[in-house]
């Protein structure tokens, strides 16, 4: 079992940043990838951006030179940075771990990002 703390969210203007924090219950090692997902209302959950263990990250096409996904693995943690938000950046954002036995998916309670003036 893998509990996801998540915080950062809130309310900023377009143009401005925030930065979403994940913290997980388990030690990195065994975290195959982390990632954060959103969900805007009358939407599907979608991929903002993951990071594996190794590194390796991916981001959606809409968000990739805005955000930027990093993972501290001495605190188990992984980072959003989200800059020049735009209003159609709106959602619910869900951190997401997978482990590397079994590779079990592991959701955060979700934090609301708002973006509007």
């Known amino acids: 079992q893998v509990q996801l703390v998540e915080s950062g969210g809130g309310l900023v203007q377009p143009g401005g940043s925030l930065r979403l924090s994940c913290a997980a219950s388990a030690h990195s090692s065994s975290i195959y990838a982390m990632g954060w997902y959103r969900q805007a209302p009358g939407n599907q959950r979608e991929l903002v951006a993951r990071?594996?263990?190794?590194?390796?990250?991916n981001y959606a096409d809409s968000v990739k030179g805005r955000f930027t996904i990093s993972r501290d693995n001495a605190k188990n943690t992984v980072y959003l940075q989200m800059n020049s938000l735009k209003p159609e950046d709106t959602a619910v954002y869900y951190c997401?771990?997978?482990?590397?036995?079994?590779?079990?998916?592991?959701w955060g309670q979700g934090t609301q990002v708002t973006v509007s003036s």
């Open positions: 990071i594996t263990g190794g590194g390796s990250t």
């Open positions: 997401n771990a997978v482990t590397l036995v079994f590779r079990l998916d592991y």
